[in-house]
């Protein structure tokens, strides 16, 4: 009996140890609350590790959560994942013209009632930064840091060339750039000065608008290239730099120039001595050219009033419709956008600009003279970027089709093919059933 | 009275018996055959029926692929014949892949074909050799080739600048991007030429033996022999490489992305130029991509579907019908 009664007592005691062991236990009720978050982010390599550093602090601070960050996502990827209603609780994109699709659409959800919940005001973030996360008064999306765009020069090819200081007018690009080419004995290009060449690398049409302030539609939302001349100064000048090298002998130099996002790359292999790129070119020369010495200035300009402004874009980031924890993934959206410490972070990672007013004066940043050039960009008053539309990016593409044209010696009349372009762009605005707002 | 409508009801009855009998019988046989056709009868409906019904129905209006779709009418159709300013770039290079490509692949890989007939050693070793880059992935393919052909640091131009030549761009020159194209579709012409070569074999000997007896050259039985009896697998292997055509697609957007450097990921700024070089490598489908998925205009995209489908059936009646009269079949009375 008193063998039985011990057994009993042992049985009951093991149990009770057992059920109080388990009621201990974090991992347990970890395990049972927790919730998984998915955000989908263009960035890769890199870029994308230094993203997850953030977003793993996140994951630190918040125990009710564990965050999965998935790289390399394109906005194919993101309107495929829409459409089948399969998609992340957080996503980003690299084009910022597509909120003229996701913000009306519903695609991307409206962050207007999270941002008055949590008494955020939009103010934090610059002027740019918010025309291009929203499209006709829906905010769809909040900036994730920002890009700037500038003037690198390899101060080294200067110093021999004799320039002492970087160009402020786009006469004195030429001038430089026609000093600083070398060519080789067979004729072919070796060192180019400056390529202007529309395509290579980041030599876009929206980079170098803000360096002669064209207009790209009027007031009216027609498309107003061939109406502006501030364009065809632009052309010209660009055109004539291609002359210079010849057509021919620049793409083959280019074909040759080495990938724009590995170690190759021409500028920081001495082989391109100015160029027009983004702010997160420091990083990438930091990474892959340490011994370079170079320098970065804003862009020169077709009218000096200009001088110090430049083309600004960014990440966008917002909440997917369809998502189950649109709640948990606000939070996030919320820290990685406005939370100071998580964007100065990373900032100093990827070398982007911080995209609200007080990451920009946070002591966390790591000085760079070669970076502070960027974010002196970010805030001149003249920055300007891309006009939203609801045709994504279609409209630039229609006017870049036309520039492959016209800088391969192909269009005779300038002021008449702009006018073309006009009434395409026009066409296809009228095609999608919108406009510009 | 009763007795004679009795015996008329009789037979009258087995009659009415035997016509439900048949009916029960046919009802049965046709759900047989309908239960063996219902794989490639969901298949049908599910893969090539739903997705026509609902391209023609989405190309009648606007729809950006994320709200309900809203109603246009004929208004995609009239931007399409009207106001598309890629529309016509886009169909002049298809048709050019089609008049070049088409002959040209057919050429090749009968020729090829013939030669391997002719091997009397190692043919197994030939025919595997010609065959392999039909295994290789398109992309890869594609990848491959701008490597070899990139203007300052491929080994094509490397070579020609050897012997004093200086290679053209390639991929990069718009005079140059649908010859290599055309190039890289011969290269991987390995499918075709395996058809020809079976067709080839299957021709009887005893026609060239007759032919040769009549006194006929090489070229003569080339002509009136072999030409003739393989004129079904010609004309198979054109209506392919029509439809191919047609529906171009991988190569050319591999190959451009590559080539204009805009394959790897991108800033925040859109350079993108489509069918670089100068719009030479934009065939229909490309365009029909971009509007569908890029510019989130599927309405048109559908559109556009819809004339391609138009398109291609038509080409291919034609070559069928104009191919009553050089083409033979056996066992054919005509």
Known sequence: MRRKAAIVVALVGLVLAAAIGAAGSPAASERATVTNLTIWVGWSARELNEFKKVVAEYDTKKADVSVKVVGSINDDKITAALRSGNVPDVVSSFTSQNVGVYCPSGGWIDLAPYLKRDKINTNIFPATTRYYTQYGGTRCALPLLADA??????????????????????????????????????????VVGYDPFIGFYQNSIGAYQPLVGAKYFDPAGRSSLSKDPAWQRLLRWQKSLVDYYGHDKLVKWQTGAGDEWSAPHAFGRGKLAMMIDGEWRVAFLAADHKGLSYGTAP???????????????????GIPKGGENQDLAWDLVKYLTTNTHALASFSNGIRNVPSTAAAAKSTELKPDP???????????????????????????????????????????????????????????????????? | MSTTAATEALPAAVAADRRRARRTANRRRRLTVLAFLSPWLVGFTVFFGYPLVMSAWLSLHSYDLLTPARWVGLANYRYMFGD?????????????LIAVSVPATVLFAFGIAMLLTRARTGAGVFRTVFYLPALVPPVAATLGFVYLLNPSTGPVNVILGRLGIEGPLWFNDPGWSKPSLVMLGLWGVGTTMIIFLAA??????????????????????????????????????????????LQYFTQAHVAASVAAGSATQGGSTSNIEIGYPEGSTLFYPI????????????????????????????????IIWNSRRVVHYQGDAR
Not at chain 1, 162 to 183: N, S, V
Not at chain 2, 84 to 96: G, M, R, Y
């Open chain 2, 200 to 245: 080839i074999l299957d021709v009887p000997r005893h026609l060239y033996e007759s032919a040769e007896l009549d006194g006929a050259n090489a070229l003569q039985r080339l002509r009136w022999v072999t030409l003739p009896t393989i004129s079904p697998v010609i004309l198979f292997a054109v209506v392919l490489g029509v439809i191919a055509s």
């Open chain 2, 287 to 318: 365009l029909v991509y971009n509007h569908g998925f890029r510019y989130f205009n599927m309405g048109y995209a559908s559109a556009m579907a819809m004339l391609l489908l138009v398109v291609a059936f038509a080409v291919t009646a034609i």
């Open chain 1, 370 to 437: 070669n970076f502070a050039a960027f974010t002196n960009i970010f805030v001149h008053p003249k920055s300007a970027t891309i006009p939203v539309t609801p045709l994504g990016s279609a409209h630039l593409e229609t006017f870049t089709s036309f520039l492959a044209k016209w800088q391969a010696g192909k269009v005779k009349d300038l002021r008449a093919g702009l006018a073309e372009v006009d009434k395409q762009i026009d066409a296809k605005l009228k095609q999608s059933g919108g406009g510009v707002p």
């Open chain 2, 84 to 96: 598309d300013p890629q529309i016509w770039p886009a169909v002049s290079n298809t048709l050019w």
């Open chain 1, 299 to 317: 862009m020169p300009v077709g009218n000096k009033s200009l001088y110090g402004a430049g083309y600004i874009n960014g990440t966008i980031i």
């Open chain 1, 149 to 190: 765009y500038g003037f690198y020069y390899n101060k080294q090819l200067f110093k021999k060339a004799g320039l002492t200081r970087p160009p402020r007018t786009l006469e004195e690009l030429t001038a430089y750039a026609k000093k600083l080419t070398t060519r080789k004995a067979d004729g072919s290009l070796d």
